[in-house]
């Protein structure tokens, strides 16, 4: 019975770790898990109130359509590379609301302007104060916010092709 | 360029026109500050850290210690926005649990296996007659 026990216990705990590595990996894969991510705060909340020049929190939430938020700015790298996989979203007809952070606006209006706009509306926050009651740790981050101003889902870093692939299919259902 | 990465960390600190001028708050918001990771660099916090969302919340922290706000409120308005991961502490709850409880654990895992192995090594039970005649004629051999 004992030596039963000794045996089944590594072999129990080897299993465990193997499901929950598996789980880790599928999720990074899919873009659900990004182990060096902090998670948003922001989920099944209400969207933080604010009011840039652009839009403001009241707008976001009269929209009557679900609204896809994208932080970014024109000197983030990785905002270049996410830039096609935020103009194929857009043509796919997600509404994309972008918020320059910490940008001058001639960069910004420059960085569109070369890569692409994918926004219906662009607001921009100067100071990066916004940001910070989002909760934003970089650029470029993403929101999804349901017509009812409730944040229902946050990705951190640039949005991979098949994380956009699931959100356009999620907000088509 | 090396000199410019040494010296790199020790501006964020020791930028003077940063600090309260009441250097009791100062004291107080470097105290908070030295609890509070910097999301960007992760394991600085951001009293040290030299990265711009750092430096913004070095700020807000200053700020609120300023407008006379309690750490627990300081410390709470971060978590709400950042969640517990802004702590370099994390608190004690059922979700840090195992983290907090992991080195007693160790230590009893360690014993139990450390007593259990002592346990089973059971003296062998004395030669009877035929081996000790059989011992006898080996050794006498």
């Known amino acids: ?14 299993g465990l770790a193997g499901a929950g590595f598996w ?15 902090v998670p948003s705060m922001l989920i099944d909340k209400p969207l933080p109130d604010f009011a840039l020049p652009g839009f403001t929190a009241a707008d976001v939430r009269a929209a009557g359509h679900p609204v896809v938020i994208n932080f970014f700015a024109s000197w983030c790298a990785p905002c270049i ?34 890569h ?25 981050e993403t929101y999804l916010v349901d017509p009812k101003g409730i944040v229902r889902w946050r990705f951190s870093g640039p949005l991979p092709i098949e994380a956009a692939q699931a959100l356009a299919g999620r907000l088509r259902a | 360029m090396l000199m410019l990465l040494l010296a790199g960390p020790a501006w964020a600190i020791s930028d003077p026109s940063e600090a309260l001028p009441d250097p009791r708050q100062e004291a107080r918001a470097v105290a ?19 990265a711009d969302l750092a430096r913004d919340l070095r700020k807000i922290v200053r700020t609120q210690v300023a407008e006379g706000r309690s750490d627990a409120d300081i410390n709470g308005w971060l978590v709400a926005r950042y969640g517990n991961f802004v702590r370099l502490r994390p608190p004690f709850n059922t979700g840090t649990l195992l983290l907090w409880a992991s080195p007693v654990l160790a ?34 051999r």
């Open chain 1, 81 to 114: 590379d996410e830039a096609p996989t935020l103009v194929a979203l857009s043509r796919a007809g997600v509404a994309l609301w972008g918020i320059a952070y910490k940008d001058k606006p001639a960069a910004t209006d420059a960085f569109l302007a070369r």
């Open chain 2, 107 to 140: 230590v009893l895992i360690g014993l139990g296996l450390a007593i259990g192995l002592r346990r089973r090594t059971v003296p062998p039970s004395p030669l009877n007659e035929s081996e000790r005649i059989r011992l006898q004629s080996l050794l006498e």
């Open chain 1, 23 to 37: 789980r880790m990996l599928s999720g990074m894969s899919s873009g659900n898990f990004d182990p060096r991510g």
């Open chain 2, 32 to 50: 908070i500050g030295q609890q509070l990771r910097c999301l960007v660099c992760q394991n600085e916090s951001i009293e040290e850290s030299g």
């Open chain 1, 116 to 140: 692409g706009n994918p926004f219906t509306r662009l607001a921009r926050d100067e100071p990066g104060v916004v940001a910070i009651d989002w909760g934003v740790t970089g650029v470029p």
């Open chain 1, 1 to 14: 019975m004992n030596r039963r026990w000794l045996l089944a216990a590594p072999l129990a705990a080897a």
